[in-house]
């Protein structure tokens, strides 16, 4: 089911290629119907993966989607931020009750497990989260930083497919402020929305500054950070920062990402991308598959 290409549903199955030929021909056709819970009974679907652009202000229609796939039973595959941000205990609490899981690893750095990889560690609880997490605001700092201007920094973005249909998410930090209210509702127990994030986008940071910078080795990065205080308070912002040469996160190069996590052990994590883009999107919404497939336990 697509927005611009048309529908197809079959319980039989649908081989990828051929669907591929059609959107990229004729279209999928309009025969499937338009209701979400008709469309999943007529495919007697067990997973219903879920890619649309994001509605950072209402997340819909994800979010109803997501909702009326879990009431039905249908666990959940999704790259979308906005709905978890919005609806994570909501979503939680309709998987627990019809025993189906919800899955999200594509919504932070492409698919990077750092979900999974916190769910093997029960009883430890992040704290503090730094990280770059917007690939096109890197991309567009570092083509300032090497001479270039921003268009051309956002032009190889939209190039690699990873820029938002709305450049405006990426560059004024919107993007990144979800992905961090996203980490501090899943990870701290927060119930912050998009718009409680600190927010400043790259516009805050001058291109001399930047190349100045980048002369003595350094480079700017939006970083998204967020810190659960011992009181219970959740602080979150999104800024440019200057990343010195010492820093974990100096190595990211392009539109990579990563993030340092500290937990309530007094324990100091870094994950950083090797890749990014739409295939390890892709492979981070397959991989979710897989987990549900071998009965892993929900993150």
């Not at 600190?198 to 002369?215: F, L, M, P, T, Y």
Request: aromatic share 4%; charged share 20%.
């Amino acid at each position: 089911m697509t927005a611009h290409h048309g529908r197809l549903a079959s319980r039989e199955g649908i081989d990828p290629a051929n669907a591929l030929q059609l959107i990229e021909s004729e279209g999928l056709g309009e025969a499937a119907p338009t209701d979400i819970r008709r469309l999943l009974d007529m495919a007697q679907a067990t997973v219903m993966i879920e890619c649309i652009p994001q509605n950072i202000r209402s997340g819909e229609p994800s979010l109803s989607f997501l909702r009326q796939a879990l009431d039905a039973g249908v666990n959940v595959v999704t790259s979308n931020k906005a709905p978890i941000v919005l609806g994570y205990r909501d979503l939680r609490h309709r998987a627990a009750k019809s025993k189906a899981q919800f899955r999200f690893e594509s919504t932070v750095l492409d698919g990077l497990p750092v979900f999974g990889a916190m769910s093997f560690m029960p009883d430890v609880t992040p704290i503090k989260v730094r990280g770059v997490l917007n690939a096109t605001s890197s991309l567009v700092l570092e083509s300032v930083a090497l001479g270039a201007s921003r268009a051309r920094g956002l032009a190889r973005a939209q190039a690699q497919g990873i820029a938002e249909a709305d450049s405006v998410l990426d560059l004024d930090g919107w993007d990144a402020a979800a992905k961090v209210a996203l980490l501090a509702n899943v990870w701290m127990g927060g119930a912050l929305r998009v718009v409680d994030v600190n927010r400043s986008g790259c516009d805050a940071v001058k291109d001399d500054e930047i190349r100045e910078a980048a002369r003595r080795g350094a480079r700017y990065r939006l970083v998204g950070e967020v810190e659960k205080h011992p009181e219970g308070a959740i602080q979150a912002s999104v800024r440019p920062c200057l990343i010195e040469v010492d820093d974990p996160l100096y190595g990211l190069m392009g539109g990579a990402g990563g993030v340092t996590v500290t937990t309530d052990a007094h324990q100091t994590f870094t994950w950083l991308q090797g890749t990014y883009g739409v295939d390890d999107a892709a492979f981070g919404l397959i991989q979710d598959c897989r987990a549900i497939a071998a009965g892993m336990p929900q993150i």
